[in-house]
């Protein structure tokens, strides 16, 4: 069967795949009880405390998208009728406050402009105001491309709200922005496996704090998911990580498999993770500074609060989504439209992390992109 041409994938998710990770996904079937598959599965587990910085945290590795890990929050910490304060800076905050709200959880969402955060100030006077079970913070809204300054809100929320919890929405950041979810006191970080992780989609993946997982256990009421719920996986995660077989439901075995690569590639890597970091900021300028340079203006309204695993940019005077994304297309990049319902039209948004940001060097994605984006403004007849 011949393989059809390929563009390079340069949206925020999927991402481009490690050869390794993708060889991970072509192994031949093997029983999620066999003890092949117990050692990766225990040692990956190992390895996302590491990676998320939470040496005491319990993982969970279930299949599913990241948006399984907001069910999993919701369903398993927030009590019908209890009070939730969601730190919105897009889209993915809409669709997180609709999730909670599904499990019963009454929601207030402290929003900003388009590109913009809420302030720390707003976010004590909302804390001061009512008492909240849960505080949800987005880290990296791929909807506007906004940074959320999250050591700063964990500490606000622990001096004025000690008892709430904070769930941290990492879908878009975990192994590319500075997470210390145990130092800065997370109680719940939540990623997808297809972003700055570097894994094929399907793996829902978090890591929950001892105090979070004593307010699962001890809830008042039932948790109102079966497949999510903390109870039923938390004996099946820690016999993985004892190197025992044990059942639920059925791992995604291939995944998990790719899981490990990817995160050996990660944790046993040559640079650290803070270097790991560094290499994402220094990627995201070059690609925001080439922008800028020619002319057009990022989404975030400051470059403090904008993510450094895409850059959201709008379109220049004159340059439409149906014209432009197709040219680039043509020369072989995929990058993605706008997201936000009230403003898609008007802003494209390009991914850079992972293999796209770490092995550049070799691979030359971001030239490639940057090329195709610059060729493409010029032939929609945009003067740079």
């Known amino acids: 069967m011949p393989v059809p041409s390929r563009k390079l994938l340069m949206i925020p998710g999927p991402i481009e795949f490690d050869?390794?990770?993708?060889?991970?996904?072509?192994?031949?079937?093997?029983?999620?009880?066999d003890p092949v598959?117990?050692?990766k599965f225990g040692a990956s587990l190992e390895m996302l405390r590491k990676v998320f910085a939470a040496p005491t945290g319990q993982p969970f590795v279930l299949a599913g998208s990241g948006t399984l890990t907001w069910d999993a929050t919701a369903a398993n910490l927030v009590e019908p009728g209890e009070n939730v304060l969601v730190i919105n800076t897009g889209i993915f905050g809409d669709w997180f406050a609709e999730c909670i709200e599904v499990y019963g959880g009454k929601t207030d969402s402290l929003r900003a402009l388009f590109g913009d955060r809420p302030s720390l100030e707003q976010i004590e006077v909302a804390l001061k105001a009512k008492t909240y079970k849960l505080v949800t913070i987005t880290h990296v809204d791929t909807s506007s491309g906004v940074l959320q300054n999250v050591e700063d809100i964990s500490a606000l929320v622990k001096r004025v709200s000690p008892n709430t919890l904070i769930a941290l929405d990492g879908v878009c950041s975990v192994g590319a922005e500075v997470i210390k979810q145990e130092e800065w006191g997370i109680d719940v970080v939540m990623t997808g496996s297809q972003k700055a992780l570097g894994v094929p989609p399907g793996l829902a993946v978090m890591v929950v704090s001892k105090r979070a997982i004593d307010?699962?256990?001890?809830?008042?009421?039932?948790?109102?998911?079966?497949?999510?719920?903390?109870?039923?996986?938390?004996?099946?995660?820690?016999?993985?990580?004892?190197?025992?077989?044990?059942?639920?439901?059925?791992?995604?075995?291939?995944?998990?498999?790719?899981?490990?690569?990817?995160?050996?590639?990660?944790?046993?890597?040559?640079?650290?993770?803070?270097?790991?970091?560094?290499?994402?900021?220094?990627?995201?300028?070059?690609?925001?500074?080439?922008?800028?340079?020619?002319?057009?203006?990022?989404?975030p309204v400051s470059r403090e609060c904008a993510a450094n695993t895409l850059t959201a940019v709008y379109y220049p005077a004159g340059v439409t989504g149906a014209d432009f994304l197709p040219k680039v297309g043509a020369r072989g990049v995929v990058l993605a439209g706008g997201l936000h319902p009230d403003h898609a039209a008007k802003y494209f948004r390009v991914g850079h992390m992972n293999v796209s940001v770490m092995n550049d060097s070799l691979n030359g994605h971001l030239d490639k992109t940057l090329n195709a984006i610059k060729a493409a403004l010029q032939e929609c007849g945009f003067k740079l």
């Open 215 to 299: 307010v699962a256990i001890n809830r008042k009421t039932a948790p109102t998911t079966y497949f999510a719920s903390f109870k039923k996986w938390l004996p099946i995660m820690q016999k993985y990580e004892a190197r025992q077989a044990s059942y639920f439901a059925t791992p995604a075995v291939q995944l998990i498999l790719a899981l490990n690569v990817a995160l050996t590639q990660i944790v046993a890597a040559q640079t650290t993770l803070d270097s790991r970091f560094e290499e994402h900021r220094v990627a995201s300028k070059r690609v925001k500074d080439a922008l800028e340079s020619w002319g057009l203006k990022i989404v």
């Open 37 to 39: 598959f117990i050692e």
């Open 19 to 33: 050869s390794d990770v993708l060889a991970a996904m072509a192994t031949p079937a093997i029983g999620h009880v």
